[in-house]
């Protein structure tokens, strides 16, 4: 049995502070797990967004800047399955191919443990396997600090941090939630 980490979206952009990710390294290194899983969106790329393009919160944008803030970063739409846990920064189903929007209907669409980030906050849904199992989908995409300008002054209260699951084998684990102001409280 294994140990997984996940660090959910980061969306790092210029003018941020990000010394919680300090806190998240000191915490992997203390905690040793046998898989990292950045789960997609950790650069931002405020550039590229066509959001308030034309508007001047646009303005000064540019695209190196947002290279220079990022790291490497491998295609997120394959999906990779980790003793029998499916990542993706999300997962599709329908004619259109739509990201699914619920855990619930993860389980529902894949029939198997997911971890997928891409919505703030958290959300996490169990169901049974025919042999007794348990099937657990849990989306977590928010692993950062600042505030999302599109999301209103209402909607930037959301859980914010990484995921640890502990004992996984075969699609079963034991989740567990670690928040950023834990890990700054315990790891800076």
């Keep these: 049995m294994t140990c997984h980490l996940i660090i959910p979206d980061v969306q790092v952009k210029p003018g941020h502070d990000y010394s919680f990710l300090k806190a998240i390294g000191n915490y992997i290194v203390k905690k040793r797990p046998d898989v990292i899983i950045n789960i997609g969106d950790f650069a931002d790329m405020p550039s590229l967004s066509s959001y308030d393009k034309g508007k ?22 394959q999906p990779v399955i ?5 990542y993706s920064h999300y997962v599709t189903a329908g004619a259109l191919n739509r990201p699914v929007g619920t855990a619930s209907a993860i389980i529902a669409k894949k029939h198997q443990s997911c971890i997928v980030g891409h919505q703030q906050g958290r959300q996490v ?3 049974i396997r025919a042999d007794g199992k348990t099937l657990t989908a849990i989306i977590a995409g928010s692993c950062y600090e600042h505030d999302e300008g599109y999301m209103g002054p209402q909607g930037n209260n959301y859980w914010r941090g990484i995921v640890v699951l502990h004992e996984v084998n075969d699609g079963c684990f034991d989740e567990m939630f670690v928040s950023l102001d834990f890990l700054k409280k315990r790891y800076l």
């Design 56 to 77: 001047k919160s646009f303005e000064g944008r540019r695209y190196k800047h947002d290279v220079e803030a990022g790291w490497e970063v491998l295609p997120f739409e």
């Design 82 to 86: 980790i003793d029998g846990v499916l």
């Design 125 to 127: 849904a169990y169901a």
